[in-house]
């Protein structure tokens, strides 16, 4: 049995039963996975956890999963970088990247959907849903397969061929919807509530979002046992944004941490920037808006945890960046050569968020700050393929080498 | 006959417009305000509609024609 107790509305505090629902009937508020953390306090020690498995699954305690066997593809315990150049780069002494390229399917909602899709089984669900621009859907079809579920992944119809390839080759029943955002967004909220699937960040979202925790969990280990003093996240739904904090502060509930003094901020695309925009204007109410960025899995226009990331920011003083397509590419080209971390657009959201936020002091530069990378390069290629070098082309002899070698390189193919 | 709950946010030209008022006239639905924070130059509403479900989603679509924006009402479900 999990230590979870209840689910309990983040508004208005009405408890629910750990059961297929998501909002407050009373207040509409999200639901939120409750737990008895005296149990948990009981049940857990440093020891326990790291002689658990190399997985999220070795913080099984802090979960809200009965099963002994999760569906469990390797999600999570990705490596915590200390990037000594790009900190050099930035003008940070104590950086260190959150490398979650490397997971299973090459982003963090490996995390989410393993523990949303464990849990969907234990409610009776024998198929899983979602509606996404590239990672989730990715990630959910990996583990139907993986657990013998099967999967229907809604995507929208101009989606890249490297995000579809990524999907089917799990073989999910994959359907591309016609139409903008707004259109993919109704329709699959109609099939969420008419047909009986685990629609893994709708009927089941409480429970997935608490994948989201075990990078706190993560970094707070890999640190030896700390909170880092600054946290930069790239802000979708928000989730993972507040998520993250919620892991430090449980791991200080139960005694295997100090408690978090941890700053959050935030990194959020100029083409979508609803959280960035409200925070900028002083304002806990943030507008809906119709993306258009070039990263795309950060393309919500109207975030689920928008709001509790926006207070968020506000009770930690955090900060967030907001930044353009330029900036997000130049922030991946930087993080590839100072790190050797090829991340998707969203990791160049974040690294051009995080120099943002050093030029107009919003970090210390002693401070132990810690950058979420959250999905691997190969599936955003495109939006940098043009403004890469070309690779050098010769005949086969050592002149043509030499010649081309010495010879001064452009920066940027088309330099 | 269908019960709906959406999220209406209006832009500061329909903030001073009567728009669920002739909503539940020119359609058979019946609305009710559940939640709203509506300030001088923008608000947000969340309504739960009741109705044949053809006629909730033409109400939608008209809404939509006269400039609100309508949301599922947890936010988006099409994520990353």
Known sequence: ?415 | MALKRVRFTFPEGLITEPVIYRMGHEFNVVTSVRMADVDFDTGWVILEIEGDPSEIARSLDWAEASGVRVDPVTGDVLEG
């Not at chain 1, 990996?142 to 995507?155: D, E, N, P, R």
């Not at chain 1, 591309?176 to 009927?203: H, I, M, P, Q, T």
């Not at chain 1, 990194?267 to 806990?284: H, Y």
Request: with cysteine; charged share 20%.
């Open chain 1, 1 to 415: 049995m999990s230590n979870a107790a209840s689910l309990r509305c983040r508004e208005c505090g009405r408890d629910y039963p750990l059961a297929a629902i998501h909002v407050c009937d009373f207040c509409f508020g999200p639901l939120e996975v409750r737990y008895d953390y005296e149990r948990v306090k009981r049940n857990v020690s440093r020891q326990s956890i790291e002689n658990g498995p190399t997985s999220l699954w070795r913080y099984r305690e802090f979960l809200p999963c009965d099963s002994d066997e999760p569906i469990d593809i390797g999600a999570g315990f990705t490596p915590l970088l200390r990037a000594k150049n790009l900190g050099k780069a930035l003008g940070l002494n104590n950086l260190y990247i959150k490398n979650d390229t490397a997971n299973p399917t090459w982003s963090f909602k490996d995390r989410v959907v393993s523990i949303a899709a464990t849990r969907a089984r234990e409610l009776g669900y024998e198929k899983l849903a979602c509606a996404s621009t590239g990672n989730l859907a990715n990630s959910v079809s990996a583990h139907a397969a993986a657990s013998g579920m099967s999967a229907v992944v809604f995507i929208p119809e101009d989606l890249e061929a490297a995000k579809v390839l990524g999907s089917s080759i799990y073989a999910p029943t994959l359907v591309k919807v016609r139409g903008n955002y707004d259109a993919v967004n109704r329709l699959c909220a109609e099939l969420a509530g008419s047909y009986n699937w685990g629609f893994v960040n709708v009927n089941v979202r409480p429970y997935y979002s608490e994948g989201s925790k075990t990078l706190g969990f993560e970094v707070a280990e890999q640190l030896g046992w700390r909170a880092p003093d600054h946290c930069v996240v790239p802000i979708a739904s928000g989730s993972l944004f507040v998520k993250i904090r919620k892991g430090l502060e449980e791991l200080a509930q139960v005694g295997l941490i100090d408690e978090p003094k941890t700053r959050m901020s935030g990194a959020q695309a100029s083409g979508c920037s609803p959280v960035a925009a409200a925070w900028e204007a002083g304002s806990l109410n943030f507008r809906p808006q119709r993306p258009k960025t070039i990263a795309k899995s950060l393309a919500i226009g109207n975030p689920a945890d928008g709001y509790y990331s926006l207070v968020q920011l506000r009770e930690t003083n955090g900060s967030c960046g907001n930044v353009s397509d330029d900036e997000i590419i130049e922030g991946m080209k930087l993080l590839a050569e100072t790190e050797g971390v090829f991340a998707e657009t969203a990791g160049g959201v974040t690294v051009a968020s995080l120099k943002q936020l050093v030029d107009r002091g919003d970090i210390h530069p002693d401070e132990t700050t810690v950058a979420f990378i959250t999905g691997a390069g190969f599936k955003t290629a495109d939006a940098v393929v043009e403004s890469l070098a070309p690779p050098l082309v010769v005949d086969a002899t050592m002149e043509s080498f030499e010649n081309a070698f010495n010879e001064p390189q452009p920066v940027g193919a088309n330099a």
